[in-house]
């Protein structure tokens, strides 16, 4: 059955690893068919749902040295002795090893176990912190201390990137002649796709909910406007994807913070600069297929 699954594209070979252990003669048909076309991450949520995991200690502690391989070692030995024979550059200690990616997982539907590598910079930062909020966080336990600050770094971004504000000026939602997008558009397109990816494909909508940017359903370039009706959210591949799909050909088309606009004729693009469109104005041209314009 886990083999047939695997075949049609169903169900994954990660999401085989992850449910292995928890797989029954009683349970395996459910969670077989719970799994179908789920990611990780929505896999690990459900086995959490399944066996919620007790709360990971909160732990801050040094790494060891790395381990040093004894073969390039000596490698760079005899490059050393080479190097002082003739008087050229000291030998260099050996590279450490990459980084361990971070991890995120479950542990319960309601918990999570976060854990990640830091420099000596940010490690001191956090004890500074730590002393700093002794009055209201005693233990110094740094799952406080990383949520008040992404609950800072939240809101600014939010504020930058989306124009969130707890007082939005009273305005009405036209439409502009501009390809920068007001904050009251924004905060509109936003708050109606959900803040994710709003293209629709054969397999559903997309799922993405980063690398997020305001896609002009029909562009600027070809007139249109700058509108809660005409524009969506879009991620940067299917940003792009729906751009060349317009456009034709391999031209690919960005939004700019000069204003420039353009003007399509059959194959070919002609840009003007930023600012008003007087009634003389020399026009560089570009192959649209074989020149992209950014």
């Known amino acids: 059955m886990i083999l047939q699954r695997l075949t049609d594209g169903s169900v994954h070979l990660t999401a085989i690893r992850l449910l292995a252990p928890k797989l029954t003669?009683?349970?395996?048909?459910?969670l077989l068919d719970a799994v179908r076309h789920k990611s990780k991450r929505e896999i690990e949520h459900l086995i959490a749902r399944l066996e919620p995991r007790p709360d990971?200690?909160?732990?801050?502690?040094?790494?060891p040295a790395p381990l040093r391989d004894p073969i390039s070692e000596l490698s760079r030995g005899?490059?050393?002795?080479?190097?002082?024979?003739?008087?050229?550059?000291?030998?260099?200690l050996a590279p450490p090893p990459p980084l361990r990616p971070p991890i995120v997982s479950p542990l319960s539907p309601e918990r999570y176990r976060?854990?990640?590598?830091?420099?000596?910079?940010?490690h001191d930062k956090l004890r500074r912190v730590q002393d700093l909020m002794r009055h209201r966080v005693p233990n110094?336990?740094?799952?406080?201390?990383?949520?008040?600050?992404?609950?800072?770094?939240?809101?600014e971004l939010e504020r930058t990137r989306l124009a969130a504000t707890k007082r939005p000026r009273a305005t009405t939602l036209a439409?502009?002649?501009?390809?920068?997008?007001?904050?009251?558009v924004k905060r509109a397109v936003w708050s109606r796709d959900g803040g994710q990816c709003g293209f629709v494909g054969s397999?559903?909508?997309?799922?993405?909910?980063?690398?997020?940017?305001?896609?002009?359903?029909?562009?600027?370039?070809?007139?249109g406007e700058t509108s809660v009706e005409n524009m969506e959210l879009r991620c940067r591949a299917h940003n792009s994807y729906e751009a060349q799909k317009y456009f034709g050909g391999t031209l690919f088309v960005r939004e700019t913070s000069s204003g420039a606009w353009y003007s399509f004729r059959n194959d070919r693009v002609r840009r003007a600069s930023a600012g008003t469109r007087p009634r003389r104005r020399t026009w560089s041209w570009a192959v649209a297929h074989k020149t992209p314009c950014v």
Do not use: M, W
């Not at 003669?25 to 459910?30: A, I, R, T």
């Not at 976060?114 to 940010?122: H, I, L, N």
């Open 175 to 184: 439409s502009y002649a501009s390809r920068h997008v007001p904050a009251a």
């Open 203 to 223: 397999n559903g909508r997309c799922r993405e909910t980063g690398f997020l940017e305001f896609h002009h359903v029909i562009p600027y370039a070809a007139g």
């Open 140 to 155: 110094g336990d740094p799952s406080v201390i990383f949520d008040r600050a992404l609950t800072v770094l939240l809101a």
């Open 78 to 92: 005899v490059e050393a002795r080479a190097e002082r024979e003739l008087e050229s550059a000291q030998p260099t």
């Open 56 to 63: 990971a200690p909160g732990a801050i502690r040094k790494l």
């Open 25 to 30: 003669p009683e349970n395996h048909l459910p």
């Open 114 to 122: 976060v854990q990640f590598t830091v420099s000596k910079e940010t």
